[in-house]
């Protein structure tokens, strides 16, 4: 079974987000380990480490990934915003590489002035000095689906299996599929056929196998719009049947199925009881 959590806060302390987690009932949660609207971040201490292990090891979240910065743009065609994003992203790397975090979410990020295949040209760059820069990392890096703002790389899979063939398909590139980008950015899950094709789709481009975390949200925004506005399960334009859908394919067991949802509302609670009940527990 997909493994149910959401983004959790880790304010007061990295270790205290396991607490949040496990108040809501999550098997897995998201969380970012330094702010992602700062480039200053210090690395984590030692006491950190392990307080976050101990109150890891007391917890029932059996999974946790990292969200990088908001910032990074690792396919920055300007020299300066490229080598602060490689050096943020490493910094991030060796994070998680300290708190036994496996997996890190990351935008692939803007072309900005250059041209698409510039951008994802910087990107498997980027990822491939990172890779080669910490072998003895076990933590991944998951590109994640976008909406299709402006000059966004990430909203056509296309883009995805460009990166993947300059990368030889590394075992430490992976994706994160997010319901709401994919939806704004074009793409159909509405109905069961629709989630199929889909599915399929992710299969012909990166293969579902590499496919390690979902974001789950519906959308504000019309399937196309390229209108990055989430809306908890079922108040959107998506509807529940793609979530009861995602929670029983067994192509994405033991996957993190990570909410990012609105708080207000019906909130965590609410989403999560519905993706609970469609799983069968």
Known sequence: MARIGTHVSVAGGLDKAF???????C???????????QWQSKP???????DFYRAWQRSSVETVVSHASYLINIGSSDAEMLAKSRRALREEAERCHQLGITDIVLHPGFAKEATADEAIENIAASLRQLFEDTPDFRARVLLETMAGQG?????????FSQIGELLDWHPRLAFCVDTCHVFAAGYDLRSAEAYERFISLIDRHVGTDNVLCWHL???????????????????GEIGLHPFALLMND????????ILETPKEGVGDEGNLSFLRKVRGG
């Not at 098997?27 to 609207?37: A, G, L, V």
């Not at 984590?44 to 392990?50: C, N, P």
């Not at 000059?151 to 883009?159: K, L, N, Q, R, S």
């Not at 067994?250 to 199925?257: A, C, G, Q, S």
């Open 27 to 37: 098997e897995s949660m998201q969380i970012f380990t330094r702010s992602q609207r």
């Open 217 to 235: 949200n519906d959308s504000k925004a019309a399937r196309g719009s390229r209108l990055d506005r989430h809306a908890h399960l079922g108040e």
């Open 151 to 159: 000059t966004v790389i990430g909203a056509d899979f296309a883009h």
């Open 44 to 50: 984590v201490s030692l006491q950190e480490a392990e």
């Open 250 to 257: 067994v192509r994405f067991e033991n996957i993190p199925t």
């Open 19 to 25: 607490a949040r987690a496990d108040a809501l009932g």
